[in-house]
């Protein structure tokens, strides 16, 4: 009873509630649709009800994952008194029975049927290491659980059986009516995730397990579309019940299958029970249809599964133009509580004029828990050549940018000055310690988890410190060594970028100390000059002391969202107007800018466009990305147990 987190007087309702929802259901009226519900252009479908289907819901450890596949649910464009819902959970130590609950009382009147049926204890099946373990019980039960939801489908003369697992994301609201117009028994959407993972196989082995093939990779980066017949499909996947043929389909091993010695596993008894009955499986891959976690391994916690979403969650919303994966309205507490991990504050700094990212990044980190404050930059393409001498800025002499050979931009200008506000902040306010965050960057896997175990090791071991590079462009990683007794602080060389890092009091008043707007380098020019690692002695010795203690993290915790010469790509101070422009000191003899990045910019019709110079920059940009710890199958690609998906039950 522990397990079901309500107070007693809800879950003495609960417990009632569900009685009668398992032995009644859940009813509502089924009326005729209009014909927008058609499926074909045949206008006699005006007149008819669409065909009736029956989805199986079967969650376990599920609660985080659940608000956003039920949202997905939701919109499915299908009359929902069409469908019926059978809903089972068990064997949770997580919050997956109240999820589920909360959210059948809501819409159970929006569908046929809502039969919903649960078990408190146990939370674990015996001889279980894990939640993601799979002993012969667990496959057993699971194995009936499916078997029980194709009787009950037949049973209710149910035309189709959509079996969706509650960790796949149905993005396309008319995924289900497209399978319907492909006329199969067995047909599947074809889901994509972070990794080469999907809900099919293109090729099997001898033995019958998964074979990564040609056509598999081709088919998933959809370099090749259609409908294709394949040895397997799992997870979501539609049977027409409607089919004669399909009476043969079961779950359960048959004595030919348990005489082949072959692993009992409902994808693979159902895969055999198809097989034997001649009904080819089909994978369908011409629209997007959508996403889909990979597997966890059988040594992961909920918590590892649920950071996987997490980070799904955030690269979606930099993949798909800023849209973050919905959560159902029917489901409370949907976000953790926003923090501030021990800082006394972080800064997320964005232009105005940039509202897409300032929302992008309120909203990941409303995902991450993490309460920042937002700091509106100084727009440097806006700043006029008084605004520039009033400030008292002027370019430290001699100073041109290494790759572009030009002074400072304008953008570069409104760059430094928004950090060095931040500076003058933290000393005005006496913050101890603080975090800084640029609104064009991609947090890593784990980056909450990971920022606390560098919170830990720091306090641990005592390291002094005055900033920490947390996101960085790394110039030469070869000559960077990590600190006595560190798994994860390293010495930085000259670096790049200020995407984001730590500061403490007294690294802000250093670096005020400088009086840096007198003698203005770009901020990231200006940070390794005052660790003492910056190759030009010309510039540094301007500058003393310089005892900024700086370190970073290896591997990084961010990296940028986009970058040179990718679809989607800004830059506010490589492109923003030169210093020239407003200091009449322009240099002679240069017939292009270069970004950072090594990319060149040729200049058409007033505005800038990006040429590749036939540099290393791409497979620098290769480099760094190989560097972000995208959450993988843990290298079992080639073997079943990547492929075989046990998520539920």
Not at 19 to 24: A, G, K, M, P, R
Not at 33 to 39: M, N, P, T
Not at 441 to 465: C, D, N, P, T
Not at 543 to 555: A, I, K, M, Q, W
């Amino acid at each position: 009873m522990a397990q079901y987190s309500l107070p007693d007087f809800q879950f003495v309702f609960c417990i009632f509630s569900v009685i009668f929802v398992t032995h009644l259901g859940f009813f509502c009226s089924s009326e005729d649709v209009d014909s927008q519900a058609e499926l074909n252009d045949n206008p006699d479908h005006g007149r008819e009800k669409l065909p009736t289907v029956f989805i199986p819901l079967l969650a376990r450890n599920k609660a985080h994952s659940l608000p956003t596949f039920l949202a997905y649910l939701e919109n499915l464009n299908y009359p929902k008194d069409r469908i019926t819902l059978w809903i089972r959970t068990d064997h949770n130590e997580d919050n997956t029975t109240y999820v589920i609950y909360e959210w059948a009382l809501h819409v159970q009147h929006l569908y046929h049927r809502v039969d919903f049926n649960f078990s408190l204890e146990p939370a674990a099946f015996e001889g279980e290491t894990g939640p993601y373990d799979w002993p012969e019980e667990r496959f057993n039960h699971l194995i009936d659980l499916r078997e029980q939801a194709l009787k009950q489908a037949r049973m209710d003369w149910a035309d189709y059986l959509f079996t969706v697992d509650v960790d796949n994301f149905l993005q396309n609201p008319d995924v289900l009516r497209m399978l319907l117009q492909q006329n199969k028994t067995l047909v599947a959407p074809m889901l994509n995730s972070l990794t080469m993972y999907s809900n099919f196989w293109a090729g099997v082995n001898a033995k019958g397990y998964y074979k990564r093939t040609p056509e598999y990779v081709l088919m998933l980066k959809r370099n090749m579309t259609g409908l294709f017949e394949v040895p397997m499909i799992h997870s979501t996947y539609l049977i027409n019940l409607r089919h004669r043929v399909s009476d043969e389909l079961s779950y359960v091993p048959s004595q030919a299958y348990i005489k082949s010695k072959k692993d009992v596993d409902d994808m693979l008894t159902f895969r055999h029970s198809a097989e034997t009955a001649g009904i080819p499986m089909y994978i369908l891959n011409t629209q997007v249809f959508g996403k889909l976690l990979p597997p966890p391994g059988s040594k992961d916690h909920v918590y590892d599964e649920a950071e996987r979403l997490l980070f799904l969650r955030m690269e979606a919303m930099i993949e798909e133009h800023d849209q973050p994966l919905p959560v159902s309205s029917y489901i409370s507490d949907k976000f953790p509580e926003p923090d501030k991990m021990g800082f006394d504050e972080i800064y997320m700094i964005n232009l105005v004029r940039r509202p897409n990212r300032r929302r992008r990044m309120m909203l990941t980190l409303k995902e991450l828990g993490i309460a920042a404050k937002p700091f509106d930059a100084v727009d440097g393409k806006a700043m006029t050549t008084t605004e520039i001498e009033r400030l008292g800025i002027d370019m430290l002499p001699g100073y041109l940018d290494p790759w572009a050979k030009r002074t400072l931009t304008k953008g570069e200008i409104g760059c430094f000055l928004s950090h060095y506000y931040i500076w003058q902040e933290v000393v005005e306010k006496g913050y101890e310690k603080i975090l800084i965050i640029e609104d064009d960057v991609r947090f890593e896997y784990k980056f909450r988890a990971k920022m606390f175990y560098l919170e830990e090791e720091i306090s641990q071991k005592g390291h002094k410190w005055d900033l920490i590079y947390v996101g960085r462009k790394i110039l030469n990683g070869k000559s960077e060594s990590y600190l006595n007794g560190s798994k994860i602080l390293v010495h930085p060389s000259y670096s790049y970028w200020t995407l984001s890092y730590m500061l403490t009091l007294e690294g802000a008043k250093k670096l005020l100390a400088q009086k840096p707007l007198g003698r203005m380098v770009p901020v990231d020019e200006y940070l390794p000059i005052m660790y003492n690692k910056h190759p030009r002695e010309e510039w540094s010795k301007y500058f003393g002391p310089r005892d900024l203690v700086t370190y970073s993290v290896n591997p990084l915790f961010v990296f940028p969202t986009h970058y040179t010469g990718e679809p989607n790509y800004i830059s506010d101070t490589e492109t923003s107007g030169i210093w020239e422009e407003a200091l009449d000191d322009t240099p002679t003899g240069e017939s292009a800018e270069t970004t950072k990045d090594g990319e060149a910019l040729e200049k058409k019709d007033g505005e800038d466009k990006v040429i590749s110079n036939g540099t290393n920059s791409q497979s620098t940009i290769k480099e760094e990305k190989e560097l972000r710890n995208v959450p993988s199958v843990e290298g079992k690609e080639d073997s079943v147990k990547e492929s075989v998906d046990h998520t539920e039950l």
